[in-house]
């Protein structure tokens, strides 16, 4: 995926495409991985845009998200985080570092299916956010990651 074709896509949409707009896309695509939040994005917006404004950077991020560019997560406390769509998938969040990482949500399968047939209860898939400690945070207080 590239800026372009991002571009594009919100324009097929009937979307309009700002400076900040761009900016956004193109810093969101350095690092498609990274979930960040807003006030991450201000600084790089305001480096080049010196006339942006918060509230810029708020609005373009929900038109992004409207035309199914950027995805918004609430993981955790805190202000929501934004980063590339790429489709349903669960949140791992590193309770030492706090970084997070994107799993398949087949992940979930087997529990889901456990909690529907035990206790009827259906769980939506590709929503949740899950805690615990990343391989490198368990390897740097233990060679052997136990």
Do not use: K, W
Not at 20 to 34: G, K, M, S, Y
Not at 41 to 52: F, K, N, S
Not at 114 to 122: A, E, I, K, Q, T
Request: proline residues 5%; glycine residues 10%; aromatic residues 4%.
């Amino acid at each position: 995926m590239d800026v372009e074709t991002l571009l594009e896509q919100i324009r097929s949409r009937g979307g309009r495409v700002t400076p900040v707009t761009r900016l956004v896309i193109e810093r969101a695509l350095d690092n498609p991985e990274e979930h960040f939040r807003a006030v991450d994005l201000l600084q790089h917006v305001l480096d080049t845009e010196p006339t942006a404004t918060e509230s810029t950077v708020y609005r373009t991020l929900d038109r992004l998200v409207e035309h199914g560019v950027m995805e918004r997560s609430q993981i955790g406390e805190g202000a929501p985080r934004f980063h590339v769509g790429h489709g349903p998938h669960e949140h791992l969040v590193c309770e030492e570092c706090g970084g997070i990482t994107d799993a398949p949500t087949n992940l979930l399968d087997g529990i889901a299916h456990h909690l529907h047939d035990s206790h009827g209860f259906v769980l939506r898939i590709g929503m949740s956010t899950l805690g615990g400690t990343c391989r490198d945070c368990r390897y740097a207080d233990d060679p052997t990651g136990d």
